[in-house]
């Protein structure tokens, strides 16, 4: 029997990799992107923006039957939380957290039926909130708890959840996290630069030499893979190896742990 996959967020970075690889498996996928044509090679598109209700509806009604869902679809705000918009901070939990919800109502009478998976991508940031990444970080956090409360509630009807937390990957949302931040800084208030601009082009530097350096898609697609896959799927999953080591710095008491992270990321 061939199972069927759903992958949102499939046109580029971790999604993309997803969905090409649950393909090459024998998957039949449905790739949710935004725009037409974005879909991989091997995949059926559908049109998904997540926090479009409209799109929601008209895949669950397309897509009868379901394995495995993969919540992936995301973005990246990164702002002094001074000066983050509101309606940003909102968007970011639109996309983030309320659309991840919104289209698993959706699906959730299809994976019942079939005893299906459901695998957020969430990241590192779930446990570990960096500076001047306040509102991405806290849309991850909020996952997390959506992630425990639906396994415990969905696990009467054989459906298992799982998280999978990524460290620094190579993938464009950090580009475009970087052209959204230039926006909103050329439109903040003067004194965000005095403020915040040394710390702020500290940080950048250091993210964008480890970002250069991420672990590839690839390997967060094998992990949602096995999530999909394996007898006894694991609840959750660290992905890279700067993951781990954020992961080890979080257990460190709460004022030595932010002076590891301000001699590391802001000097």
Not at 60 to 76: D, F, K, P, S
Not at 158 to 166: E, F, I, K, R, W
Not at 183 to 209: D, I, S
Request: with cysteine; proline share 4%.
């Amino acid at each position: 029997m061939m199972r069927t996959a759903l992958v949102t967020g499939a046109s580029s970075g971790i999604g993309a990799a997803c969905a090409t690889r649950l393909a090459t498996a024998g998957w039949r996928v449905f790739a949710g992107v935004r725009r037409a044509g974005d879909a991989p090679a091997g995949t059926e598109e559908i049109l998904l923006d997540v926090t479009n209700e409209d799109h929601v509806r008209a895949a669950a009604e397309r897509v009868e039957e379901l394995h495995g869902l993969v919540n992936n679809a995301g973005i990246a705000l990164a702002m002094p939380l001074e000066f983050i918009p509101l309606d940003e901070l909102r968007r970011q939990f639109e996309v983030n957290v309320v659309g991840q919800v919104g289209v698993t109502q959706a699906f959730l009478p299809q994976l019942r039926r079939t005893r299906g998976r459901i695998v957020f991508v969430g990241s590192i940031a779930g446990r570990s909130a960096l500076p001047f990444l306040g509102p991405y970080a806290a849309s991850k956090h909020a996952l997390e708890a959506i992630a425990d409360t639906l396994r415990l509630e969905l696990r009467p009807f054989g459906v298992d959840v799982s998280l999978v937390q990524p460290g620094t990957i190579r993938t464009p949302i950090w580009a475009k996290s970087a052209t959204v931040a230039d926006a909103l800084a050329n439109g903040a208030p003067a004194e965000l630069a005095g403020l915040y601009g040394e710390r702020m082009a500290a940080f950048r530097e250091v993210a964008q030499k480890r970002g250069a350096k991420g672990a590839s898609a690839e390997n967060v697609a094998r992990v949602v893979e096995e999530a999909l896959t394996m007898e006894r799927p694991r609840t959750r999953k660290l992905v890279g190896v700067d993951a781990k080591v954020r992961s080890g710095v979080e257990r460190l008491p709460d004022r030595l742990r932010d002076r590891v992270y301000e001699r590391v990321l802001l000097r």
